[in-house]
């Protein structure tokens, strides 16, 4: 049972460089998220796709792009990494958008910028 | 806007109870969320509680809701090495576009001493 796939798992880039990661879910689901983790901070919400062909912006969304390829698939885009983006990125999953649907989580990608 | 806090950091000894606290601030019904997570892991559900509850339990889990005090708790009996962990409390918003997106806590990290 795959879940929520996340790939890479670690990637060392340099400030300036550009790099996508990728998220497919294997569930069927119709929502996705991607989240960052930083210590002290918990999870902050980037951008969401509360079904396949739309995206919206979450808590932090600046200094990324989004795209939702198809049902299982969502990527996250850094265009300019820069030092402040390093950090453990999650990827989820949740059914439907709504309130009693708990969200899946991949194991992340553990991503350092210099 | 919505937040949630919980105490950063909790150590017990092994076959002791350990308890979790969580205040959240949504004052309209909504699904509380604990999850778990492991070193280099992403995140684990382990249980959830809809705001019309005031107790949920799970073989050594149980979760109590104060909805007036808006204070969640998480409650381990028995607490074993393996539950060493960060843990996170989530709450589910309830409005518009944003409804069953997730607003985390920092985490608590929990040690367990032999």
């Known amino acids: 049972n795959a879940g929520v796939t996340q790939t890479p798992k670690f990637q060392v880039l340099k400030t300036g460089q550009s790099m996508t990661l990728q998220c497919a879910q294997d569930m069927n689901h119709n929502s996705m998220y991607w989240y960052r983790q930083d210590p002290g901070m918990g999870l902050r919400l980037i951008y969401y796709?509360?079904?396949?062909?739309?995206?919206d912006k979450g808590e932090v969304p600046n200094g990324y792009n989004v795209s939702r390829l198809n049902k299982r698939e969502f990527s996250l885009r850094l265009e300019s990494a820069a030092p402040s983006q390093t950090s453990v990125y999650f990827c989820a999953s949740t059914p439907e958008g709504g309130r009693n649907q708990p969200q899946h989580f991949g194991d992340g990608t553990r991503l350092s910028i210099l | 806007g919505e937040d949630v806090e919980q105490s950063l950091f909790l150590s017990v000894r092994e076959g002791d109870s350990s308890v979790i606290n969580c205040t959240y601030t949504d004052s309209s019904s909504t699904y509380l969320y604990w999850y778990k997570q492991e070193p280099g892991a992403g995140l684990q559900l382990l249980t959830y509680i809809f705001s019309n509850m005031d107790m949920k339990q799970d073989q050594r889990l149980t979760v109590l809701l104060n909805k007036k005090d808006k204070h969640l708790s998480l409650r381990i009996a028995d607490t074993q090495t393996g539950d060493s962990a960060i843990y996170f409390c989530a709450e589910s918003l309830n409005y518009g576009g944003s409804q069953g997106n997730l607003i985390f806590g920092k985490g608590t990290k929990l040690s367990v001493k032999p």
């Open positions: 796709s509360a079904s396949e062909g739309t995206t």
